[in-house]
């Protein structure tokens, strides 16, 4: 993952200041959890005609560097990404 885009998820998790160790280990248990509700935004978000490609990558098990191209280029990418975090630390916070 772009180291950038890294550290914009590391501080919106709020885990920037911790070690890096524990950055990588946190950001290893929420990655999936993010990624998945950032594929259930852009899918909400794209147009038709631009969604059937989308679904094409996912279904084909697009890898991470691809769905971040992709969010980057169709998308607002750190604008999902946001969403995306914080849709997952509201459900986490839920859940304690």
Do not use: C
Request: hydrophobic residues 40%; aromatic residues 4%.
């Amino acid at each position: 993952m772009d180291k950038e885009l890294q550290q914009h998820i590391l501080t919106k998790l709020g885990i920037d200041s911790l070690p890096e160790n524990e950055q990588e280990e946190i950001l290893a248990l929420m990655l999936d959890a993010i990624l998945k509700e950032a594929v259930i935004i852009t899918h909400d978000t794209l147009p038709e005609d631009k969604r059937t490609s989308f679904v094409d990558l996912v279904e084909n098990g697009g890898a991470l560097a691809q769905l971040m191209e992709y969010f980057s280029v169709e998308v607002d990418g750190k604008t999902v990404l946001d969403k995306a975090i914080e849709n997952v630390l509201e459900e986490t916070q839920k859940g304690e």
